[in-house]
């Protein structure tokens, strides 16, 4: 081998400068720039359907959150409330006395009305009756001045907020064009307002024609008691069933079969749970119908695959070194699953089940058969224990059930409970985050 | 060359503590260590040499049955540890484990304090009664593990937090903590600066005064240096076993002159 010969097989290295880009890392970088910029376009395009999303329920949702309000100053005088109780239409006394009250207010401003009785009552309901219990309640307000705030009928509402128009608006037994007028001078009198309607958090639902009085409390309570079911169930049988598949079972065709079927049932649509849960713990075991504690039964059984599939996936993450660590010191293999394992894979595991409960929040379509939609729960279970068992409803239930309402009114509420609906699964991926943060001590 | 050359080796023969009989294993269709026979004494340092994958740690996984974690690995023949084979049905894998520690070739320690990751063995077989004494042999055990100066301001900090060979010292203090019969130790020293190497050797030479330790090294000087027995694997094969000054200067096998000498592997 000659000089010459060493030099033709091995070309002496091509000089280049660092400072020009040749086209290979041009390429390169290109293909990078563009990668990126897809990656804002696909941002981008999420934050906008978000960003729509949140608007239109915000928007849309707000209504049900407010009220209108006659606010009215109002003195009964001990004369008047003896006279009133000494009439065979006591109430109808109290009423009487009210309205003048309030032509009286409208006078003072300018405004001459006639008052039709049944016009109050459709706008106010029966005020009479309520005027009665607050005094008969405290007769120390007898006498003084006492400021009323009377709710108005949620078609007022609807007036306000532009759902019901003088063009559109069905003459009925609920509210006829002359009371617009009505409404109209109330307004100018200063005497309507607006207020947080407190009732749609804390109440039940109402009947079908009193879309004002509905709430969606009763309903909070019946998903609590259905997630306190599911977690309690599911949180310790998944994990353990996880655990066991992944640290202990042996592998072979049965494991693998079992894993599988695992991973199909998290992808088995929620109504077959639902007909399930009505096959077996209503028909065959005889639980009460459209009680939270079936329902969370159900959502266990659907949640289940969540968790077992989020806990393995989080065992599995865990380097097998640390396992090998623990062995390796005359630990048993529980002890090094529970000592060394299970702690790191906690915040996977803890995300996974809160998704999972989250899921569970929201799902409507398994309650369907087993009776919790449309049933109007008309207020709170009288125990703890009861409120297993008593029946009731649930979130997305009740916003289901007010949405496929006829009256339109309650299509606000359907909004305004999907807000409520929302703020719960915020609250539980906050609690999700802060948990991960906690257990999350990345040595 | 090597220190074997110069230093008067112990050359004595101990009690057995370990005899390996017709060992063979397999990882699925792979045969990763073929019928070999091994007897490793009490009190004394064996070194495991050989090229990488000739099937060392394999091996010294069989001494205390590292490899029943391994679902695809096959062990067959048998292993007595004090006469008793360790692979019979009756043996409980985790209580061999207590007996034979071992060092892994990569740093393993827990994601806990350096307090708790030597704790942890002592306090899982019930060796300490009271705080005091699980302090008492942490320290201890840190001191042996030549590390204790570096860490005992620091003990509640994670020991992951320190370096490779800071690490690796800490996961031999923490496999000596629970005082076991022998030491398993895979390449402890592949991480480690000439001089912790050094003290990790002096450890070692300290620790056969009571128990029996098994070395896997790359090192030829190291093996030299600590180890009073040598085995020689090749392919699976161990092709030669004895005292280490006869191995290092007067090896039967060409292929255990050419490995010493640098030729294979
Ligand atoms: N977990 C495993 N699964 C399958 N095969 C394995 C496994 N561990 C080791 N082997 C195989 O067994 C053989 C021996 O490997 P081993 O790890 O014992 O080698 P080694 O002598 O320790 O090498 P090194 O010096 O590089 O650490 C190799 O062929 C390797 O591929
Ligand atoms: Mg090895």
Redesign the interface.
């Known amino acids: 081998m000659t000089d010459a010969t060493l030099h033709d097989g091995q070309p002496a290295p091509r000089k280049s400068s660092l400072h020009q880009l040749d086209a290979l890392t041009k390429k390169r970088n290109a293909a990078e720039s563009r990668f990126k910029a897809y990656g804002i376009v696909a941002i981008l395009i999420g934050l906008f359907f978000l960003v729509v999303l949140t608007v239109t329920i915000v928007r849309s949702g707000i209504p049900a959150f407010t009220q209108t309000v006659v606010a009215v100053e109002f003195t009964l005088t001990q004369e008047q409330f003896d006279d009133a109780e000494s009439k065979l239409m006591k109430t109808g006394a109290y009423q009487d006395y009210f309205i003048a009250a309030m032509e009286g207010k409208l006078a003072e401003r300018g405004i001459e009305m006639d008052f039709d009785p049944a016009a109050i009552e459709r706008l106010l309901g029966k005020i009479g009756s309520n005027l009665r219990e607050h005094y008969r309640a405290n007769p120390g307000d007898l006498g003084r001045p006492v400021s009323f705030e009377l709710s108005a009928s949620s078609r007022v509402d609807g007036y306000f907020n532009g759902r019901v128009t003088r063009d559109t608006l069905v003459e009925s037994r609920f509210l006829m064009l002359s009371d617009l007028d009505l409404v109209d001078a109330l307004s100018d009198a200063g005497l309507l307002k607006q207020a947080f309607n407190w009732n749609f958090i804390t109440g039940a639902d109402s009947g079908v024609d009193n879309p004002g009085g509905a709430g969606i409390g009763a309903s909070v309570v019946g998903s609590f008691f259905m997630m306190l079911v599911v977690l309690v169930l599911s949180l310790p049988i998944g994990v353990a069933a996880s655990i066991y598949l992944e640290e202990f079972a042996p592998?072979n065709r049965f494991t693998d079969l079992i894993e599988v079927n695992i991973s199909n049932l998290a992808a088995v649509p929620s109504i077959v749970f639902g007909i399930l849960g009505l096959a077996v713990f209503i028909q065959f075991m005889h639980l009460p119908q459209s009680a939270p504690l079936v329902g969370g039964l159900v959502l266990t059984l659907m949640t289940l695959p969540t968790i077992i599939i989020s806990t393995r996936a989080s065992l599995k993450a865990v380097?097998?070194?640390?396992?090998?660590?623990?062995?390796?010191?005359?630990?048993?293999?529980m002890?090094a699953v529970f000592?060394?394992v299970l702690p790191?894979a906690m915040p996977g595991i803890l995300t996974g089940t809160i998704i999972g409960l989250a899921q569970a929040l929201g799902e409507t379509a398994p309650l369907l058969l087993i009776g919790m939609v449309g049933f109007v729960a008309r207020g709170y279970p009288d125990g703890f224990l009861d409120g297993f068992v008593e029946p009731n409803s649930a979130m997305p239930a009740q916003i289901y059930t007010w949405a496929a309402r006829s009256d339109v009114a309650f299509y606000d509420k359907a909004w305004g409970g999907i807000i409520v609906l929302l703020v719960f699964l915020l609250a539980m991926n906050f609690v999700a985050i802060v948990l991960r943060r906690r257990f999350e001590?990345?040595? | 060359m090597y220190d074997a050359l110069h230093r008067q080796k112990e050359v004595d023969v101990n009690e057995i503590k370990i005899a390996a009989r017709g060992v063979q294993v397999h990882y699925g269709d792979n045969h990763a260590i073929k019928d070999v026979d091994v007897d490793i004494e009490d009190k004394t340092v064996t070194a495991f040499i050989g090229p990488s994958g000739c099937g060392k740690s394999t091996f010294l996984r069989c001494l205390n049955r590292m490899n029943d974690t391994i679902p695809i690995c096959r062990v067959e023949g048998s292993i007595l540890l004090d006469g008793e084979d360790i692979y019979d049905k009756r043996v409980d894998p985790v209580q061999l484990r207590a007996k034979v520690g071992m060092v892994f070739q990569k740093p393993n320690p827990f994601p806990k304090s350096i307090y708790d990751n030597i704790a942890y063995g002592p306090r899982i077989h019930g060796m300490a009664r009271n705080k005091a004494e699980l302090d008492e042999i942490v320290e201890r055990a840190l001191r042996r593990g030549a590390i204790w100066e570096e860490v005992k301001d620091r003990l509640n900090a994670p020991g992951t937090g320190l370096s490779g060979g800071q690490q690796q010292r800490l996961c031999i203090a923490r496999a000596i903590a629970t005082e076991p019969e022998v030491l398993l130790m895979d390449e402890p020293c592949s991480a480690l600066d000439p001089i912790a190497t050094a003290q990790v050797e002096e450890l070692i030479d300290e620790l056969r005064e009571n128990y029996s330790v098994v070395i896997v090294t790359h090192s030829m000087q190291q093996a030299a240096r600590v180890s009073q027995r040598t085995a020689f694997f090749h392919l699976g094969n161990l092709v030669e076993f004895g005292d280490t000054s006869t191995i290092f200067t007067n090896p039967e096998d060409p292929r255990t002159e050419s490995y010493i000498t640098g030729r294979i592997g």
């Open positions: 592998k380097p097998p070194s640390i396992r090998d660590a623990a062995l390796g010191v005359g630990a048993s293999k002890q000592h060394h790191l001590r990345r040595w």
